[in-house]
């Protein structure tokens, strides 16, 4: 009789594992993936496409938008909105057919604040779980939407910033919050909201005395943070420009913090074998931004750690916009003009370079056991991962891409300027 409690125990487990391992494959749920790690779940991925070869379906999308498409229970959900700033929609697509169930106006401005040519007015990726998905247009609002009846649970549209080039970084879910930054060019903060009512539960203001003497264009950022575990405790790594805060993520508090100076960081937080891993965005010289640094850090301290905690530090082409991508112990990186550079994780060491062509926005991929790299004209080029530059196939969407690529089962969802396409 133990014998069969004991089997029956296990036969459950096993099939528990089996549906969380399918339910992972088959949703995407924060920028760059589940997990934002850059890394899909799924077995197998496309290798070979064109504008029309293995094409499943190819929708239009109403307005522009450079944010990713969220992926859940079938649906697939993005962001837009009027290229002038005036109206923000999210839309909502059947993702075996490609339908359009729903598309709603969110919000509405009647003096929107400009925003860089290369922005759009829907950048921030929305981010999703069961019942619920969450969109964030900056300072322009914030919303709640169930996925069930298309309804607005909550929004809001009260918490100011002066973006200077438009929003872009992305909501996160933890636990009961949903944490959003509005780092602008006058007190940038980071506010975690209760995601079923949209209420504030905390907010953090960045330093008065670190920031106010910075000139304002230093001050603003477009980064998406991760959450990371340290030695029991869930910190907030958010690299915010001129130093990365390391928040308690439950209250707000400050745990550590590390400076790297100058501009607008974008590039997402990296967590791998116990060290965080930030770009610092611009760094300048001679007044023009020159390059970006990509730092290593021991997350375990307190207080400012810039002289005690950092374990390398790399600076020859390191992205300011792509987020890297860590495999094996082996970091990829994409340089918005276009150079790869594989780096050893924990020593920072260069392993190889590669130039592709093209400019880059949009971040690497690890889907199906190779890296995807999308460059802005929609040109794809696929490697494996390895000591040396393996080069598996080429691809040409001939649409320009800034969103990451999603993966879900043994597909690829892309979203263009003008379209959402799915490709197998």
Sequence with gaps: MMTKKINF?????????FISCQTEQQNWTHFRGSKMNGHANVESAPLHWSDT??????????GLGWSSPVVYDGQVWLTSAEEDGTAFYISCFDFDSGELLVEKTLFNSEEPQRIHPTNSYATPTPCIEKGQVYVHYGSFGTACV???????????????????????????????KLIVHLEGTEDPYVVA???????????????????????????????????????GRDLLISNSSFMCFAHDVNTGEVIWTFQYGDDSTVSQPLFYNGLVFINSGWIFEDGKPNFTREFAIDPTGEGDVTETHQIWMYEDEVPQIPTPLIVDGKMYMVHDRGMVTCLDAMTGNVIWKEKLRGNFNSSPIYAGGNIYFINVKGFCTIIKPSDSFQKVAENDISETVKAVPVFVGDKMLLRSEKNLILIQ
Excluded at 9 to 17: E, G, N, T
Excluded at 53 to 62: A, F, I, Q
């Design 9 to 17: 125990a296990a036969l459950l487990f096993f099939i528990f594992v």
């Design 53 to 62: 070869e293995n094409v499943v379906w190819k929708v239009p999308v109403k």
């Design 146 to 176: 169930d996925t069930k009846n298309f309804e607005v649970i909550w929004k809001r549209n009260d918490m100011p910033c002066e973006h200077m080039q438009g929003p872009a970084s992305s909501p996160i879910i933890y636990e009961d």
């Design 193 to 231: 909201l209760d995601k079923t009512t949209g209420e504030i539960i905390w907010k953090s203001v960045r330093p008065k005395e670190i920031y106010d003497p910075l000139q304002p264009v230093f001050r603003k950022s477009y980064q998406t943070p991760i959450v990371v575990n340290v030695d």
